[in-house]
């Protein structure tokens, strides 16, 4: 066990992710008594080596004091609860006991479409809160997916929350402790509603009383020189998951960055000309299909109807959050996302792509592909068109995410009528890496640019905006990748057509390595264009190999990062202890990265169970018999 520790810091030397005044970490400092996962009975380690997180209830100077309700017999209303056998719409009471208390939870299953409940808190005054969550077994040795919705009774937005650990062997269920807010408590109880699909199992609600300090140092804004972070959205799974209806609803997808260092958003409107808002040039997935191959984009396509007969525009709901928070909103196109093969040729069904296959991209062979042709004015015609409706909500810059995808020119005969008249040759003829053929396609791609460029500065000078519009690009991992795509990063760079750069690996038909950080140093040199590699939330390794990476690209020269998908209840596919955003909403602290990519993240509070309902934990697991 590592030895116990004070570590004091100045409230205006911390970031407003936590501000927290003083971190104390002691046996009385942390009940309930916790191991991580996995572990043979050790305590969690000290969550304040750097006291910068809100999620370990244990950094608060009262955390001894600390309220903790575990009867949630007592949700309103009655009428929404079972004691006995399970019902739908209904919560299920269980009770259980760890080794320090015991208490009811509420449980439902994937199925159960259990009605919201209220749990009354009974607190007064500024205080930390936090909620317990316990696994979900799937029956036998594998933790289920899970997660709920949580928020206090005067907030209009909930916040999502999940247990991603394993179970502890043989078998075992535990808690994973959660941060939900800072609040005043006065009148308020707590909001509980069962997310779509998901099982979920709530144990208990801990209060944690704040001193007059804390509480105004939660309250003071964020530093501004620490939002160097990137987030991307994507314009589908922010909505497929969750069935959202109202744009509160929409709003729990960023509820937990206000605090955060994440200072940019790249905002997805699906695809090229696919829109996750009602458009009058695209089209939106899915729009007219009657077949889906899964339910998620049923569900997708069914939301966005049920919103758009509400009046609610996605696009409009998430600028005006990245404004609240004080985050930069960009949007973004994926420049190959048109149309796709089986089993999703009617769910990514752009209209333009399916009454235009003359304009698709064609094979020096002469085999067309299912992508649109950039080397076509119309193709770009159609995709300014899209971008000028984008514009009417006024955001901080519009891009490409190039990684997703390529191709955008072959040899399609505007590249191979150019590459005559140019060369006197035929470009299905030479190599496909022939200097000349790359030389056109950055020659086209610059052409692009420059068109996106003048429909900006158009559009700018249209609204009289005194801040010009930004260009944001998602390119890739080195030199020659993007030279076989036609990605000139220095050209553009010195040519004021870009703003901000993010490499990355992750881009089919390249080289799928890191970014070469120290490449971009030099192709930006001299300019004022910001290096952004990114990073995946969903497949980012440990947390410690997460903070290792992050801190070799700060090391390498990187101005901030950009992280791919966070997501707030999403756990490690390893299945570490916590949460990514755990790590992500600090990620403009290079000190904190670097010293947690030396000795650890620190642990979240982890409680396994003693007993759940009937089942007293023992090396005999049940459900053999099966």
């Known amino acids: 066990m590592r030895p116990r520790r004070l570590v004091l810091f100045s409230v205006f030397s911390l970031p407003a992710a936590a501000l927290i005044v003083a971190a104390a970490w002691s046996d009385a400092a942390s009940p309930p008594a916790t191991k991580p996962a996995g572990s043979s009975g050790a305590k969690a380690a000290p969550a304040a080596r750097f006291p910068l997180l809100p999620n370990d209830s244990r950094s608060w100077s009262r955390s001894a004091d600390a309220k903790l309700l575990t009867d949630f017999a007592q949700a309103l209303p009655p009428s929404a609860l079972t004691t006995g056998r399970r019902e739908k719409g209904k919560w299920k009471v269980v009770s259980y006991a760890t080794d320090a208390y015991e208490g009811n939870a509420l449980s439902c299953l994937r199925a159960t479409e259990a009605a919201p409940v209220r749990m009354p808190l009974d607190a007064q005054g500024p205080h930390a809160v936090y909620v317990g969550l316990c696994t979900t077994s799937g029956g036998l040795d594998a933790a289920d997916e899970n997660g709920i919705e949580v928020k206090l009774s005067g907030e209009p937005v909930y916040r999502r929350v999940s247990n991603t650990l394993p179970l502890l062997k043989p078998r075992r269920d535990q808690i994973h402790e959660t941060f939900l ?14 997310l779509p699909y998901l099982p ?32 991307t959205f994507d314009g589908h799974s922010w909505i497929w998951p ?21 200072g940019k958003w790249w905002f997805q409107i699906c695809g090229a000309d696919l829109t996750c808002y009602p458009s009058a040039v695209g089209t939106n997935p899915g729009d007219g299909t009657e077949d889906f191959c899964r339910w ?30 004080g985050a930069e909103f960009h949007v973004m196109i994926r420049p190959a996302g048109w149309g796709a093969s089986y089993p999703w040729e009617e769910i990514f069904n752009s209209k333009f792509f399916h009454e235009h296959p003359e304009w698709r991209c064609i094979d020096r062979d002469g085999t067309p592909t299912l992508h649109m042709s950039w080397a076509y004015p119309e193709v770009r015609r159609h995709v300014i068109d899209v971008l000028q ?10 891009g490409f995410l190039f990684h997703r995808g390529m191709p955008m020119i072959l040899w399609e005969e505007p590249f191979c009528e150019a590459f005559r008249k140019r060369y006197g040759a035929d470009a299905r003829e030479v190599p496909e890496d022939d ?6 396609r950055a020659e086209m791609m610059t052409t692009i640019l420059r068109e996106w460029r003048t429909l900006l500065d158009e559009t700018a000078a249209r609204q009289k905006r005194t801040r010009p519009y930004k260009i944001t690009l998602a390119t890739f991992a080195k030199e020659a990748d993007n030279r076989r795509w036609g990605i000139d990063v220095v050209r553009w760079a010195r040519d004021g057509l870009v703003d901000e750069v993010g490499p990355a690996y992750f881009a089919h038909h390249t080289s799928f390595v890191q970014p070469d950080v120290a490449y971009y140093k030099q192709a930006l040199a001299g300019t004022k264009v910001g290096l952004y590699p990114l990073v995946i939330a969903w497949h980012s390794g440990s947390p410690q190999q997460l903070c290792t990476r992050v801190t070799g690209f700060y090391q ?14 999403k756990g490690y596919r390893d299945k570490s202890p916590g949460h990514v955003y755990d790590v992500v909403q600090v990620l403009g602290h290079r000190d904190v990265m ?9 642990l979240p509070v982890i409680t396994p169970l003693k007993r759940f309902g009937e089942n007293h934990y023992s090396r005999f697991f049940p459900n053999t018999g099966y």
């Open 181 to 194: 807010t800072v609040a005043d408590l006065t009148g308020q109880a707590l909001d509980i509603r069962a």
């Open 200 to 231: 979920s199992t709530i144990c208990y609600v801990k209060l944690v009383p704040l001193t007059a300090e804390e509480f105004a140092a939660w309250r003071k804004p964020v530093d501004p020189k620490l939002r160097t972070a990137i987030a």
């Open 242 to 262: 969750y069935r959202p209806r109202t744009a509160d609803d929409l709003r729990a997808t960023f509820r937990g960055l206000e605090r955060s260092d994440v």
């Open 296 to 325: 998620e984009y049923r569900d997708y396509s069914e939301s966005l109807a049920a919103m758009f007969q509400a009046g609610v525009n996605p696009l409009h709901v998430a600028r005006e959050e990245a404004a609240r928070q």
């Open 389 to 398: 409706e984008t514009l009417a909500i006024q955001p901080d810059g519009i």
């Open 435 to 440: 200097p000349r053929i790359l030389d056109l």
């Open 556 to 569: 390498a020269g990187a101005d901030g990062i950009c992280v791919w998908d966070p997501t707030i209840e």
């Open 594 to 602: 670097a010293d947690w990519a030396a000795h650890g993240v620190p």
